[in-house]
């Protein structure tokens, strides 16, 4: 399975780790994913798709 948000796309980074003598090392920063319910489906989003969906829920909750 792919480290990917199904919610917004977002995808890891690619990019070089700097050693104290400037060596690079190739290195990946990875996508902070959970395992969540949104809307009664599991899904793999980002903490940042999680917050705005919670944020979303709370917003229609108190509005109802």
């Known amino acids: ?3 990917l948000c199904s919610v917004c796309g ?19 920063r990875q996508v902070n994913l959970q395992t969540v319910r949104i809307g009664g489906l599991r899904v793999r989003a980002c903490t940042n798709c ?10 229609a909750a108190s509005a109802a």
């Not at 890891?12 to 400037?22: E, F, I, P, Q, Y």
């Not at 999680?50 to 917003?59: H, I, L, N, S, W």
């Open 10 to 28: 977002k995808a890891g980074l690619t990019g070089h780790s700097r050693s104290h003598s400037n060596i690079a090392t190739k290195r990946k």
């Open 1 to 3: 399975m792919a480290r």
């Open 50 to 59: 999680v917050r705005t969906e919670m944020k979303k829920f709370r917003d």
